[in-house]
């Protein structure tokens, strides 16, 4: 069995060759799940599709629920929990996220200056404005007609498709511009994609746009109000480097832990405790609105799955919380060897060294912080170092330079014993963001065995 916890070699050195092309293998349907699961609806549908062709049954069609079972609860279509129902009540949690940053149109968004028109935007979560101009970008989302009718859009994701593009002003012209912070340089109403300039004589070409929405989708412009359109990244995830040991993609802040957290529960033995993997939309912009974490949802499932095994008390729900487990899946930084002022590099995670183990996030002082109990920790790493799994630790940044939030707090609040665990990786929220398959393979095995353990 491979070394564990190693802070000199990197997973590649420690793996034998059957580990290193399973997890080469692995690199590769992940990869395939970043190019279906471009945004959190396309995700959710992705994963119950799955989890249905392996036996997954809605929770709320059961009339009652034993040992062996396996329910999904869907949230909105944005959010979906998996659980594997054991001999006991309590859970054992992965919780990860399946939102990213992008740009959603606004509700008014079609306008038109100069003969170019626009979708206006408005960023969800925390992006580098700056990063997101000169690149393909595809619309995602759904549309509602003043009849009601549903119109998926789904618009630059094949080859063949148009996509849209937000511009940055030309080198040659921007002497003022390049005096700019990085901040200033593009600002948030700048960020105006371009939608379309044809139009025929007598016609505006926000007319002529308007018509092909129209004709083609059924759409008008008051539509835009009821509506959520999102611009994301078009181009499709890449291995890097000679060696292809990484993978370059939009999203994978969190779809690499959601990607593991989904094949783990899908390829664990059931266990005694109930197994649930939670995927939840809105962890970007602060886990509000009732398909986030600060909502209900996870809390009625778990009701719901007490009620249909004859334990519905609130005190039964409390019990259970109490003595359920989560590893809370999200992504973390790692060491960047450009930029290794941000870091300190003995409590930094390496690129390519494990799933990363993280007491605390938080920042300053480590406010807003989940800051895991070192007896669930010694658990934790236990079942690490008894299943083979390489992990490592890593903060978020030194002491006074960063942090970062993730769901953690709000299932501790519960009373859930709860640690951050995920996947290191560089260019977190970048369009197009990197990291190891080493460490997104070693990420599948940390929630397979924590799934399994007892
Ligand atoms: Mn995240
Ligand atoms: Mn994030």
Partial sequence: MKETYSRSKSVWQRMNARERKAAMAYGEK??????????????????????????????????????????YWNQKDKSVILAVIGKEPVHEIVGSHIDSPRLDLKANPVHEQDGIVYFRTHYYGGIKKYQWT???????????????????????????????????????????????????????????????????????????????????????????????????????????????????????????????????????????????????????????????????????????????????????????????????????????????EVSEKDNASFLGYGINLTKYGGSRGKSGSNDANAEFLQKVRKIFNDAGVCWQIGELGKVDQGGGGTIAFMMANWGVEVVDCGTSMLSMHAPCDLLSKADAYETYLAYKAFFESR
Avoid: W
């Fill in 30 to 71: 992940y990869k395939a799940f970043l190019d279906t699961a471009r945004t959190e609806r396309l995700a959710a549908a992705e994963i119950i599709r799955r989890a249905e062709e392996k036996g997954f049954k809605p929770v709320y069609i059961m009339k009652s629920l034993k040992a062996g079972d396996k329910v």
């Fill in 134 to 340: 000169c690149i393909p970008l595809a619309l995602i989302g759904v549309v509602f007609t003043k009849d009601g009718k549903k119109v998926d859009i789904n618009i630059g994701l094949k080859d063949s498709d148009p996509v849209f593009y937000v511009s940055d002003l030309l080198i040659h012209m921007a002497q003022d511009q390049m005096k700019k912070t990085l901040a200033e340089g593009i600002t948030g109403e700048q960020l105006q994609a371009v939608a379309g300039t044809h139009s025929e004589e007598g016609q505006t070409p926000k007319d002529a746009i308007m018509a092909l929405l129209k004709k083609e989708y059924g759409i008008e412009e008051e539509d835009f109000a009821a509506a959520e359109l999102e611009l994301v990244p078009a181009t499709k995830s890449r291995d890097v480097g000679f060696d292809r040991s990484l993978i370059a993609s939009y999203g994978q802040d969190d779809r690499v832990c959601s990607y593991a957290n989904l094949e783990a529960i899908l390829d664990a033995k059931p266990g005694v405790k109930t197994q649930a993997a939670l995927l939840t939309d809105k962890e970007e912009i602060g886990s509000y609105g009732n398909t986030g974490m600060e909502s209900s949802y996870f809390v009625k499932f778990v009701m719901k799955l007490l009620a249909l095994q004859g334990q519905g008390s609130l005190l039964d729900f409390y019990e259970t919380m109490e003595n359920s487990e989560m590893l809370s899946a999200d992504v973390n930084s790692c060491l960047d060897p450009m930029f290794p």
